[in-house]
């Protein structure tokens, strides 16, 4: 399986950004996709997922109401919408996958990089 997120850059406090990541090597839905991020100096945390039964979403408590995760299964595509971008929210972003059994994500992007300035 592989992921290549893309859509990251440098936007102004307040702004939006639209994240992708297009998932190639299984048959889409096989897995379960969601997105994380790490900030300069901590630890990776978890952004944004969808759960294994039903396919509703659910978020970090610092993300939710500003961001949005959602999924083209034509595309192969999954998405995270961000808006009211805080400068807290600079950090690399990466999508991943896990079997929908499993809590573990053990498929990883290579990350794109969100800059928001004050």
């Known amino acids: 399986v592989q992921l290549q997120a893309s859509g990251g850059g440098l936007v102004q406090a307040g702004g939006s950004l639209r994240l992708s990541c297009e998932v190639s090597?299984?048959?889409?839905?096989?897995?379960?996709e969601g997105w994380f991020r790490r900030a300069p100096g901590k630890e990776r945390e978890f952004v944004a997922g969808?759960?294994?039964?039903?396919?509703?979403?659910y978020y970090s408590d610092s993300v939710r109401g500003r961001f949005t995760i959602s999924k083209d299964n034509a595309k192969n595509s999954v998405y995270l919408q961000m808006n009211s971008l805080k400068p807290e929210d600079t950090a690399l972003y990466y999508c991943?996958?896990?079997?929908?059994?499993?809590?573990?994500?053990?498929?990883w992007g290579q990350g794109t990089l969100v800059t928001v300035s004050s």
């Open positions: 991943a996958a896990r079997n929908s059994w499993s809590n573990e994500y053990i498929f």
């Open positions: 090597g299984r048959t889409f839905g096989e897995y379960v």
């Open positions: 969808f759960r294994s039964t039903g396919g509703s979403t």
